[in-house]
């Protein structure tokens, strides 16, 4: 499969890439060995970019993602995973997490500080198995305040980071364009990944592709 490379960063991604929020679980319950063989799946079709996340399952997918990649060369794939969201003990459980079909024993806290950011890098690369990632997002800044610490503390911290070789490239993930297009230009990001706005019927991320080419 084709790999195209994230600006400078020295990172390359296959057309087509991994999104394990299913494998912890969203909407409805997989077991191990389902979650397993669907990353076998996408590695035997070419796939080597697999993207996770704390917000997946309470820390699921990562331990997932991180047991099905475990017996795989790690010079022949890339990560990616995201912060901003702290996973903390839940002191009201109700049973069941509202978004992914998993236990309710913790509870997620935005935290968008560099200690926030540090703990949550560490506790990610706990649960996945490994000492770096490729990439990493931080995760929904939606709202003013957030993007404002994003800018002054969030992505400062990561690349202090990043030119620590915890990982090669850094950016944010959202679901606004209005958002991302603020980010790209008052903060330097090496990439962006924005849900849903470039499909069939919603092409407002065009906006955003204009942005970033005219900046580059």
């Known amino acids: ?63 997932r993602l991180g047991a099905a990649l475990a017996t ?22 109700t049973g069941r997490d509202a978004d992914f079909d998993v236990p309710d024993t913790l509870r997620r806290r935005f935290d968008f500080t560099a200690d926030g950011v540090r703990r949550s890098l560490e506790s990610s690369l706990d649960r996945l198995r490994m000492d770096r990632v490729e990439i990493v997002y931080v995760h929904d800044p939606d709202t003013t305040e957030a993007v404002e610490a994003v800018v002054t503390k969030a992505l400062p911290a990561l ?22 297009l603020r980010l790209v230009r008052e903060a330097a990001v090496d990439v962006i990944m924005i849900a849903g706005r470039w499909t ?13 080419f005219n900046a580059g």
């Open 1 to 63: 499969m084709i790999r195209r490379p994230i600006g400078r960063t020295g990172v390359a991604v296959t057309e087509i890439g991994f999104g394990a929020a299913s494998i912890g679980n969203l909407g409805h319950a997989i077991d191990d060995d389902t979650a397993a063989g669907a990353v076998a799946g996408a590695w035997d079709a070419g796939i080597r970019y697999f993207d996770t996340a704390p917000h997946y399952g309470l820390g699921l997918s990562e331990r």
């Open 72 to 93: 795989r060369p790690r010079s022949e794939f890339v990560v990616s995973t995201k912060v901003g969201r702290l996973l903390e003990p839940n002191p009201a459980p």
């Open 159 to 180: 690349a202090r980071w990043r030119d620590e070789g915890v990982a090669d490239a850094i950016g944010v993930g959202v679901n606004r364009v209005s958002v991302a």
């Open 200 to 212: 069939l019927l919603d092409r407002s991320a065009d906006r955003l592709l204009a942005e970033s």
